[in-house]
Nanobody, 123 residues
Framework: QVRLVESGGGLVQAGGSLRLSCAAS????????MGWFRQAPGKEREFVAAIRWGAEYTYYADSVKGRFTVSRDNAQNTAYLQMNSLKPEDTAVYYC????????????????WGQGTQVTVSS
């Protein structure tokens, strides 16, 4: 069993930055691809970014490409999502997730989920 805990969310003005962290416990993350999803009120959970277990590949949704960067530190059992040039439409609860497969971009394909962290971008 893998337990994931996100942190780093908050309120930021448009154009600002936030860095989300996802700390894992229970098992090492080195054999898991890590994904980030987000869910805005009244909308479905959507894929944001993913990083392969060795960080050799990353993949982004078009809506965040060039603004967000996913990374990981397997020694610290932690994944990150650096979010720059934030827009009001980035406002959502952000979830960290893990799966032992690549490349998954739908929520149902992921095995483990964190509880989410709120990101609010004001205009």
């Amino acid at each position: 069993q893998v337990r994931l805990v996100e942190s780093g969310g908050g309120l930021v003005q448009a154009g600002g930055s936030l860095r989300l962290s996802c700390a894992a416990s229970g098992r090492t993350l080195s054999s898991y691809a890590m994904g980030w999803f987000r869910q805005a009120p009244g909308k479905e959970r959507e894929f944001v970014a993913a990083i392969r277990w060795g960080a050799e590949y990353t993949y982004y949704a078009d809506s965040v490409k060039g603004r967000f960067t996913v990374s990981r530190d397997n020694a610290q059992n932690t994944a990150y999502l650096q979010m720059n040039s934030l827009k009001p439409e980035d406002t959502a609860v952000y979830y960290c997730t893990a799966v032992q497969a690549w490349l998954m971009t739908t929520a149902g394909e992921y095995t483990y989920w964190g509880q989410g962290t709120q990101v609010t971008v004001s205009s």
